[in-house]
């Protein structure tokens, strides 16, 4: 553990949510996904989850919902389509808008698709109508009539200028986009259909749909050949190339039939040979999370790449799976869009992996150093909280139950091994012990502590999962309980209760200690310092309160939030905090000055959980915005920095020392604007002046133009004390002449201008008047010569 102080962190990465639902697409290298997110398209990398691109976030459209886009098969080109009417074309590569043009549909738009060759597209809206778009040139080439509904679903064909979509009316259209005339009809299915796919020659077509069927159909007769009952409603279909390998040794090798892969409900992968209806593969349930037990459509899209030979599927709760088809392994799994981030630990050696409770009745864990996740599924209700120790891993939720996971890093998997039931409310805050690893504690809205023995020996390999043993039980506030924790020495406990108390309680019993009275309103978290008999509590009071659980006084207050402070941490090896609050600030506090150091303010709304790694260098963050944000201990950093820095200087003044005294007056300017210094500036132009050296208006042409503002800047200070009025005039008028003339621009010239207006009339009024009693002693002592002139004359 840092026992450094610590006075700066800086945030680093920011992991949001990147997809709330609609379209996923993936490119064709299987570097990059495309997610829909509100009024935006992002554009995802695989391997690192950063949002590399953004296409469609703009100001003055921030209203301006997408409501679907398509990819060129070239990866070039993206079409949006928008809330406002407008279609939209981005180039994919550099992310910058190209044209846009208005879509003529009465309505959204349902869909887009591009035919293969790239060179046409087609919207389909919710007025029934399919519209073709030379979308380079914005000219509508034509409008398909004759489906009924909403248009769902589009296929180009992948040789004849044919394009086949199904709207409501359960009926698949084959149109001749170039005469706009029906060739054939589909008639078949008996619900929603759900995707489109020719076969690779292109003489055969497969329907999917929500009435459990797949549909094999003669595309140039527009007869079925066979229809294939799956039992499960299709949400997404694709004809797989030829030459594939799956899982049981089988190769995609006879090219004379149709392979298809099909998801749906159940959530597992079926591979099928069509024209026989033979089911070639099932994909192993273990391989993927299966659907919730509330039900709904457990996968709503799948992609193939045929590239890389991988299938994603993406889940009806935006989680994105990527799956190697040769083995059906899990490679990837990305987490598309979290609801508020109620609870965060860090277990694991170099706590390497993050596990995440948000407000959702299912765990992810993350892998911290690739992002790749896993999501546990158990409970039947919201987790709420966590507590972890090495790769054991605890979670309460308002099913009023808690379960332990342990966890398998090598293959990154983790097993439900018990379960405890005692609680009769939601168990809002659990505790491991830090040392024996022998019990821990929860607490709940049923106003009770209770204390729970972990099992002695814990297999991965149980079939049934144990149950908890409850071995004590107190009431221990009279309002919910928000937090428990346990002293690093596993002796004390300290609960926080909306009762506005904190309470320490004896670990071997649960004997009640003392109570820690003074804060106003609800206490929402309670700590033990690692080093001290101290605890601090936070309270919906905004206050911070550091207390004695000796004899239970409070030592210190710190006050600096305007709204509740929902969590504190000791770090520094007790000699700090940090403190979030539910206005999105977080504080850093140094407890021996009761000063706050640093606030920090990324997070949008409350802050909920933080969690800190073992060395301090790494913090997490997490709240109602549903960001995890990663924070860094950049104070050695920064000092190094400041030192470097400090460095430089000495050597630049030491070169600006030496240049003065070789009188190279030039490059001596040049530097002492570098490090502005206003006096030296001053000292080398009044040096110029007196000694009428040349090139001064050459070498102020020539600075930057930052170096030109800092100048302007030193001369306006100048032009206050009229000592100094000669060579601030002189600046002013090379400076002047080049930014009348356009070229270049000062930041604020206004401003800088307003400021020296006054005292260059000042000193132009005293010089007219200098020159005024200089004329008048001209002409008396011209009268004078001429009178002693005429004097000797006579």
Known sequence: MGSKLKE???????????????????????????????????????????????????????????????????????????????????????????????????????????????????????????????????????????????????????????????????????????????????????????????????????SSSRDKVLIFWDFNKGNQIRTIPIYEAIEAMEVLPYD????????????????????????????????????????????????????????????????????????????????????????????????????VVLLGKKDQYLAMATNSNDLKVYDTFTMNSIILKGHTDTVLALSAHKNFLLSSGKDNSIRLWKGDFESFSFKCVAVGMKHTGAVGSIAISKMSMTFFVSVSQDQCLKMWKLPDKIEMESLENVKLKCVNTQI???????????????????????????????????????????HRRGVWSVRFSPVDQIIVTNAADCLIKLWNIIDMTCLKTFEGHDNSVLRTEFISNGMQ??????????????????????????????????????????????????????????????????????????LQEQDLSNLLAQKKTMKALRLALNLNKPYMTLKIINFVIKNQEEGLKDTIENLRPDQKQSLLEHAVDWNSNSKNCRPAQLVFSLLMHDIIAGEYQINGLNKILEGSLPYSERHFKRMTEYMKDLKFIEYTMNCMQTCNDNTKNK
């Open 476 to 518: 221990a506030h009279e309002q919910d309980i928000n937090c428990v924790t346990i002293s690093p020495n596993d002796r004390y406990v300290a609960t926080a209760s909306q009762d506005r108390t904190a309470k320490l309680w004896d670990v071997v019993d649960l004997k009640l200690i003392g109570i820690f009275r003074g």
């Open 8 to 206: 700066t962190l800086k945030a680093g990465k920011e992991y949001g949510s990147f997809y709330t639902g609609g379209t996923i697409l993936w490119t064709l290298d299987g570097n990059f996904f495309l997610c829909r997110d509100g009024n935006k398209v992002n554009v995802i990398s695989i391997k690192t989850l950063d949002v590399e691109k953004v296409l469609g976030a703009d100001d003055s459209t921030s209203e301006d919902l997408i409501y679907t886009f398509s990819l060129t098969s070239n990866d070039e080109n993206v079409v949006t389509a928008h809330r406002s009417g407008l279609l939209k074309l981005w180039d994919f590569k550099i992310g910058e808008l190209i044209k846009s043009w208005k879509n003529l549909h009465v309505g959204p738009v349902s869909c887009l698709e591009y035919s293969p060759s790239a060179e046409l597209l087609a919207s389909g809206g919710t007025d029934s109508l399919i519209r073709i778009w030379d979308f380079k040139n914005q000219i509508c080439k034509g409008t398909l009539k004759g489906a009924q509904g909403v248009i769902s679903v589009m296929k180009f064909h992948v040789t004849e200028n044919i394009l086949i979509g199904a709207g409501d009316d359960t009926t698949i259209h084959a149109w001749d986009y170039e005469t706009r005339k029906i060739l054939r009809s589909f008639v078949g299915h008996i619900s929603r259909i759900t995707s489109l796919s020719f076969s690779l020659d292109g003489k055969f077509l497969v």
């Open 244 to 343: 594939i390998k799956l899982p049981n040794g089988i190769v995609l090798s006879d090219h004379s039939k149709v392979y298809v892969a099909c998801a749906g409900e159940e959530g597992i992968v079926k591979i099928w040979q069509i024209n026989d209806s033979k089911m070639l593969h099932k994909q192993n349930m273990s391989l993927i999370s299966k659907a919730s037990e509330e039900g709904g459509l457990a996968i709503t899209q799948m992609l193939f790449n045929q590239q890389l030979e991988q299938i994603t599927l993406v889940s009806f709760d935006h989680n994105i799976i990527i799956h190697d088809l040769s083995t059906f392994s899990c490679c990837k799994q990305l987490i598309g869009f979290n609801d508020e981030i109620l609870d």
């Open 577 to 650: 905090l940090l403190s979030v609050s539910a206005d999105g600030l977080m504080k850093l506090w140094t407890i021996k000055s009761s000063e706050c150091i640093q606030t920090l303010d990324n997070h949008e709304s409350r802050i909920w959980t933080m969690a800190i790694t073992e060395d301090e260098t790494t913090i997490y963050t997490g709240g109602s915005d549903s960001k995890l944000i990663q924070w860094h201990d950049i104070t050695e950093a920064k000092k190094e920095e400041e030192a470097q820095k400090k460095k430089e200087v000495v």
